[in-house]
């Protein structure tokens, strides 16, 4: 591990704890929090989400879904806290329960009329897997520091606080449940 790793704090956080200057993340973690109230999809579940009024540019989904400025969508977020108590090594022991997470946010979706699920993730092959809607992100400053934010955050909840490699570079992912397909009648 560099030496900067270790003077930020990375060999001595992880299991949702942060040491030296890796302390910030945790706080600005709460701050976020707060600010966007983020509720769980389901009791036990390590999806939160938010309704949120898109801001940015139309978007079309591949499944012909248009997501328009001021349309309501929810935001995705992983409950961090859980990660540690379900400590693993892989994210994919997590995709069952993120299964049934993504049942009842099939619901929510409807109940409280949101258009579709979005997200930024640097797990995007796991994302896939679920059947979220993967897309890049440009290479700009901003996204940088969200990347450089995500890094920080696995450091401070990998179960081993083995997250000092840099991680994969940032995606937007989208989901709406698949759509019924109706039985022929007759």
């Given at each position: 591990?560099?030496?900067?790793?270790?003077?930020?704090?990375?060999?001595?956080?992880?299991?949702?704890?942060?040491?030296?200057?890796?302390?910030?993340?945790?706080w600005w973690e709460r701050l976020t929090t707060w600010w966007w109230q983020p509720r769980p999809v389901r009791p036990g579940g390590l999806l939160l989400y938010s309704a949120q009024r898109w801001k940015g540019p139309t978007v079309?989904?591949?499944?012909?879904?248009?997501?328009?400025?001021?349309?309501?969508?929810a935001e995705l977020h992983l409950h961090n806290a859980l990660f540690p108590q379900r400590a693993t090594d892989s994210p994919w022991p997590h995709l069952t329960t993120l299964r049934h997470d993504l049942d009842?946010?099939?619901?929510?979706?409807t109940r409280d009329r949101l258009v579709?699920?979005?997200?930024?993730?640097?797990?995007?092959?796991?994302?896939?897997?679920l059947g979220f809607e993967?897309?890049?992100l440009p290479p700009s400053p901003w996204w940088r520091l969200v990347r450089f934010f995500l890094w920080g955050?696995?450091?401070?909840y990998h179960?081993?606080?083995?997250?000092?490699?840099?991680?994969?570079?940032p995606v937007e992912v989208w989901?709406?449940?698949?759509?019924?397909?109706?039985?022929?009648?007759?």
């Open positions: 591990m560099p030496l900067w790793q270790r003077l930020v704090g990375f060999s001595r956080s992880g299991r949702g704890r942060a040491a030296g200057p890796l302390r910030v993340w945790l079309l989904l591949a499944d012909g879904t248009v997501v328009r400025p001021g349309d309501r969508v009842c946010l099939r619901d929510l979706l579709a699920a979005r997200g930024v993730t640097v797990f995007s092959e796991a994302a896939r897997r993967v897309r890049p955050l696995r450091a401070v179960p081993t606080a083995r997250g000092h490699k840099p991680p994969p570079w989901w709406r449940p698949p759509r019924k397909i109706p039985y022929p009648v007759g």
